[in-house]
């Protein structure tokens, strides 16, 4: 059975802005104790051995606290460190694969950026569980995204979308309530939580902003 997810306040852990491995696991730990409700380990500039060594000291953080653990692109490091599932980019390998290769009860994302892929996304029956859609805005830490989709073109994907679906891409706490006007189904951040100074008062402050969405 696949484990129940909330997409509300999804953290894209980054250990490079986080500071390294044992930063990285604090601020984790301190993002769940604010409300974040997803975390996601992305680290393309580690090698696979430093990323899988984080994500099996990760895994027993989220267990305890109930958050599903997904690792971006990498389905290896998800198979060998037990986590809940992987999120896959439209270069990545394809949906399909990622759930023959994770199994039935495997959390699987995908990451949209146009209609066409959200198009082709909804052919995925029982394939995927969710959607990535962005880059909302501008954004320095995936330097290879598509243009901004701003919150009309935002809102346009989820609406098109049958999966709930997670924005993402240069969002941080003084927009985060201007993305929920699109209705995803949560925000996706990276800096606003890996680079601030007290990340479990960052994320309390952004999952407050999603209670009081308009």
Same mark, same amino acid.
């Given at each position: 059975?696949?484990?129940? /997810?909330?997409?509300? =306040?999804?953290?894209?852990?980054?250990?490079?802005?986080?500071g390294? *491995? @044992?930063?990285?696991?604090?601020?984790?730990?301190?993002? &769940?104790? !604010?409300?974040?409700?997803?975390?996601?380990?992305?680290a393309?500039e580690? *090698?696979?051995?430093?990323?899988?060594?984080?994500?099996?000291?990760?895994?027993?953080?989220?267990r305890? #606290? !109930?958050?599903?653990? $997904?690792?971006?692109?990498h389905?290896?490091?998800?198979?060998?460190?037990? @986590?809940?599932?992987?999120?896959?980019?439209?270069r990545?390998?394809? #949906?399909?694969?990622?759930?023959?290769?994770?199994?039935?009860?495997a959390? &699987?994302?995908?990451?949209? %950026?146009? @209609?066409?892929?959200?198009d082709?996304?909804?052919? =995925?029956?029982?394939?995927?569980?969710?959607? !990535?859609?962005?880059?909302? /805005?501008?954004t320095?830490?995936?330097?290879d995204a598509?243009?901004?989709?701003?919150?009309?073109?935002?809102?346009?994907?989820?609406?098109? %979308?049958?999966?709930?679906?997670? #924005?993402?891409?240069?969002?941080?706490?003084?927009n985060?309530?201007?993305? =929920?006007? #699109?209705?995803?189904?949560?925000?996706?951040? $990276?800096s606003?939580?890996c680079?601030?100074?007290?990340?479990r008062?960052a994320?309390?402050?952004?999952?407050? %902003?999603i209670?009081?969405?308009?």
């Amino acid at each position: 059975m696949r484990p129940a /997810f909330d997409l509300s =306040l999804y953290l894209v852990l980054d250990p490079v802005q986080c500071g390294g *491995h @044992a930063a990285s696991l604090g601020v984790a730990r301190a993002a &769940i104790e !604010g409300g974040a409700t997803v975390v996601q380990l992305r680290a393309p500039e580690w *090698h696979k051995r430093a990323w899988l060594a984080l994500a099996r000291d990760l895994l027993p953080i989220t267990r305890a #606290a !109930g958050v599903p653990l $997904v690792i971006d692109d990498h389905v290896d490091i998800a198979l060998a460190c037990g @986590a809940d599932g992987v999120h896959v980019g439209q270069r990545d390998l394809p #949906a399909d694969v990622a759930r023959r290769l994770m199994g039935p009860d495997a959390l &699987i994302g995908l990451s949209v %950026s146009c @209609a066409a892929e959200v198009d082709e996304a909804n052919g =995925l029956i029982d394939l995927v569980d969710y959607l !990535g859609a962005g880059p909302v /805005f501008a954004t320095p830490t995936k330097t290879d995204a598509s243009a901004p989709c701003g919150i009309d073109g935002l809102a346009a994907l989820c609406a098109q %979308s049958r999966y709930p679906t997670v #924005a993402i891409g240069g969002i941080q706490l003084h927009n985060a309530v201007d993305v =929920l006007r #699109a209705r995803p189904a949560g925000v996706a951040v $990276v800096s606003a939580i890996c680079r601030a100074a007290d990340p479990r008062d960052a994320a309390a402050r952004l999952r407050e %902003s999603i209670t009081l969405k308009p």
